[in-house]
């Protein structure tokens, strides 16, 4: 079964930057045939959409982190980033990996319910 892991999280100072990854494991086809992305939680909101790829390869990001953040990946190495460039104290949060192996229709790219795989996150801190 698919399988989500993340790292490269931890602490920064405002300004600053940071790039987590997400090895990917168990995919039937090639990385370029699902859906990946980013999501995040602070602490006392909800899950909020961050970037994300399509099957076409296109890609989409949250309008606070336009700019700002990078999403990539190296499918032959089965692996999802997230670079984050000059980060805010607002950037705190449990970012998340996530896959559409389902290839679902119903959700736009920020919904959390378009993505059955998730990882189980990692911490990014800016401090100020």
């Known amino acids: 079964h698919v399988q989500l892991v993340e790292s490269g999280g931890g602490s920064v100072q405002a300004g600053g930057s940071l790039r987590v990854s997400c090895l990917v494991s168990?995919?039937?086809?090639?990385?370029?045939?699902?859906?990946f992305g980013w999501f995040r939680q602070a602490p006392g909101k909800e899950r909020e959409g961050v970037a994300a790829?399509?099957?076409?390869?296109?890609?989409s990001y949250a309008g606070s982190v336009k700019g700002r953040f990078t999403i990539s990946k190296e499918n032959n190495k089965n692996t999802l980033y997230l670079q984050m460039n000059n980060l805010t104290p607002e950037d705190t949060a449990i970012y998340y990996c996530?896959?559409?192996?389902?290839?679902?229709?119903?959700?736009?790219?920020?919904?959390?319910?378009?993505?059955?795989?998730w990882g189980q996150g990692t911490q990014v801190t800016v401090s100020s």
């Open positions: 996530v896959a559409d192996t389902r290839g679902t229709r119903l959700h736009t790219w920020d919904s959390p319910s378009r993505y059955n795989i």
């Open positions: 168990g995919l039937t086809y090639t990385m370029s045939e699902y859906r």
């Open positions: 790829f399509g099957r076409d390869g296109s890609t």
